[in-house]
T-cell receptor, first 105, second 121 residues
């Protein structure tokens, strides 16, 4: 079965740019979605289709892909961005999630 | 705005059956997949399976032998049954809408608040 990997944690200074990565075999050929999950809350879709933002998600959030790595970039990081971030791809008729990355601001 | 509200679960003993139901409000039921996702304590998300409004379903192979997802289109509700639960089934269970975003692109765009399910003797 397909596997998606994420680093456990990322730290960023207030106002700086955070980058969270997601890896997987030939992930360049798959669409990647990103979810933000704050403590005790349900995940929220932040990026879909590699780089599209749902309504209500700030422009500070962007997605990209290069080679076997997908990246979620959060510009001008705020205290409220502190959360777990999960990447997800679609493979063999199911959603496959990475283990999640804890972002500390 | 689409809202999903779920109920059921709670504290179960090993070998019992977990039952959860999710109701959809504020948006169409037809034309979408409806899914169940779980999250063990302190861990990542795992897709359990999904069902299309027509009734066709798909289950995570690791859970397929124990899972049934069904729906009641007249009530805009769908349900999860997980049989013979074990301690490893403990976690928060979410229902979510699965939306098509492109060929081979599906995203979970609306989620319920989640329910903690604990399996313990």
């Amino acid at each position: 079965s397909y596997e998606v990997t994420q680093s456990l944690s990322v730290s960023v200074a207030l106002g700086q740019t955070a980058t969270i990565t997601c890896g997987g075999d030939n992930i360049g050929s798959k669409y990647v979605n990103w979810y933000q999950q704050k403590p005790g809350q349900a995940p929220v879709l932040a990026i879909f289709g590699d780089n599209s933002r749902p309504s209500g998600i700030p422009e500070r959030f962007s997605g990209s892909k290069s080679g076997n790595t997908a990246t979620l970039t959060i510009s001008r990081a705020q205290a409220g961005d502190e959360a777990d971030y999960h990447c997800q791809v679609w493979d063999s008729s199911t959603g496959v999630f990475g283990g999640g990355t804890k972002l500390t601001v | 705005q689409v809202q999903l509200q779920q109920w059921g679960g709670g504290l179960l003993k090993p070998s019992e059956t977990l039952s959860l139901t999710c109701a959809v409000y504020g948006g169409p039921f037809s034309g979408y997949f409806w899914s169940w996702i779980r999250q063990p304590p302190g861990k990542g998300l795992e897709s359990i399976g999904q069902i299309f409004h027509s009734g066709s379903s798909y289950y995570n192979p690791s859970l397929k032998s124990r899972v049934t997802i069904s729906l009641d289109t007249s009530k805009s509700q769908f349900s999860l049954k997980l049989r013979s639960v074990i301690a490893a089934d403990t976690g928060v269970y979410y229902c979510a809408r699965l939306s098509y975003c492109a060929e081979d692109c599906y995203a979970f765009d609306f989620w319920s608040q989640g329910t903690l399910v604990t399996v313990s003797s």
